[in-house]
């Protein structure tokens, strides 16, 4: 977007959040957090008790960031946050909160849809700086829907192997409990639930 003429398109709210979401377009996230505001957004993580996510900086300011000054969460307030999603336990309606799992669900290239079966439907954000990476997901695995963040810092080129290498190990374990019983007894597929049968079993 920050090649666009000036004033020479319009884009709803939306679709910025679309094009911030697929390609993670930096321009798009800066006109978002101008629109909804900084202290909105720190506002609402507060009430949800997610205090350990912060919007700190708008995106594309290494003065900022040389300052110390950074976007912050963590592995386990991100993976609460995207099992709220899951259940649509937010402050917005059911069709809102579907509607924002389908965004996160455009397909895209990046280490988790790397990682993963085509065939498995996954809501998922990347993040990166350099040496650091993320990445955010609600993967519905049918019979065991799970969620996961994955962060890593301090990293070389690297990193999105790292990433890659954790949803897969991740990604294995859960397929490995969806296609068993308790007492680990493997069972045909067609006696799972269907894959969008999220409130059949609570995404871990």
């Not at 996961?148 to 190990?169: C, F, K, N, Q």
Request: aromatic share 4%; hydrophobic share 45%; with cysteine.
């Amino acid at each position: 977007l920050q090649s666009f003429a000036d004033r020479g398109s319009a884009l709803s709210l939306h679709d910025l959040a679309v094009l911030m979401v697929t390609l993670s377009d930096n321009t798009a996230t800066n006109v978002l957090i101008q629109r909804v505001g900084m202290a909105n957004v720190n506002r609402l993580l507060t009430g949800l008790e997610l205090r350990e996510i912060r919007l700190g900086r708008s995106m594309m300011r290494p003065d900022e960031s040389a300052r110390g000054n950074e976007n912050l969460a963590t592995p386990r307030a991100a993976a609460r946050l995207m099992a709220r999603l899951a259940r649509c336990d937010l402050p917005m309606s059911r069709r809102a909160c579907s509607d924002a799992r389908r965004m996160l669900e455009i397909p895209k290239s990046g280490t988790v849809a790397d990682a993963l079966p085509a065939d498995v439907p996954v809501a998922w954000k990347p993040g990166s700086l350099d040496g650091v990476a993320t990445a955010w997901a609600l993967v519905r695995l049918r019979g065991r829907p799970y969620v996961m963040a994955v962060m890593v810092s301090y990293g070389d080129t690297h990193v999105d192997d790292v990433v890659r290498s954790a949803v897969r190990l991740t990604h294995a374990y859960f397929a490995r409990l969806a296609s068993a019983t308790p007492y680990g007894v493997h069972v045909p597929d067609a006696m799972l639930p269907p894959v969008d049968s999220l409130g059949a079993r609570p995404p871990q």
